[in-house]
């Protein structure tokens, strides 16, 4: 299966890059290559800046996403190249959900075929490849609630909480912010169907809700700003009931 995909991943980069007067060049979506801009900045110091001696803005959306991508620019490899190595790592990350998936399934007690088929039909899932291969976060936003619903299951099962079926809150809200509705209702699940323990689960909970307020203090003393600018553009002057 990995192979058939990878295969298709190959061809998907390939018809997504472009040549220019005999260069070939490979490119992430605009909101990745922003994220990219930003990452860029800050592995060569400069800090969370669009442009390097200006005040700096939360332009991008995924600030776990954003740190990852900085370590790829750490690598001081060409614009070009750069691109190449996240999509490549969007290949990976595409199979490493698939595999999340097939365990999930078996974690909630579905026969064999069945966890098959749930990796086969992850691999072949047009917008989770589009998006992921394009250099977006959503792959690996994926991978957590996939992995984090797992712990859950578990959890479940056994009937008592504990700290480390909380573990994925802090990194899904990191990646996607709307996340955290998922995340709170995972955990209201969880808490409701937990015969012992749940102060457990409910440590773990708040081990992530402190990481994120970490991050959101940071936010407010480094940009400013309780939001990033992405919320303030998007959504400002809409009713509560609309971004809902």
């Excluded at 060049?25 to 110091?45: E, P, Q, R, V, W």
């Excluded at 490549?88 to 966890?115: D, E, K, T």
């Excluded at 998922?182 to 708040?206: D, I, M, P």
Aim: include cysteine; glycine fraction near 8%.
């Amino acid at each position: 299966m990995t192979l058939l995909h990878g295969i298709y991943a190959a061809a998907f980069i390939w018809r997504t890059s472009f040549v220019v007067e005999s260069r070939r060049y490979f490119c992430l979506l605009d909101d990745a290559m922003i994220t990219l801009c930003y990452a860029s900045n800050l592995a060569k110091g400069l800090g969370l800046v669009w442009c390097p001696g200006v005040d700096p803005v939360e332009g991008y959306t995924s600030p776990l996403w954003t740190f990852l991508l900085a370590g790829v620019a750490r690598l001081e490899l060409s614009k070009i190249a750069t691109c190449l190595v996240i999509q490549c790592l969007g290949v990976l990350i595409v199979w490493f959900v698939a595999l999340a998936a097939a365990r999930l399934a078996r974690q909630a007690r579905y026969a064999p075929p069945v966890a098959i088929s749930a990796a086969v039909l992850v691999l072949g899932y047009y917008n989770l490849n589009y998006f992921t291969l394009l250099g977006m976060e959503t792959g690996l936003a994926a991978l957590v609630m996939a992995a984090g619903v797992g712990t859950i299951l578990v959890s479940l099962r056994t009937g008592s909480g504990s700290i480390r079926s909380m573990w994925w809150v802090a990194p899904i809200v990191l990646l996607r912010p709307e996340a955290a509705a998922f995340a709170l209702y995972t955990a209201g699940v969880q808490f409701l169907f937990l015969k012992s323990r749940r102060w457990r689960s409910a440590v773990g909970l708040l081990i992530g809700i402190a990481i994120v307020a970490a991050y959101m203090v940071f936010r407010r003393l480094y940009f400013g700003a309780w939001v990033p600018n992405t919320y303030v553009l998007k959504l400002t002057g809409w009713p509560l009931s609309d971004r809902i």
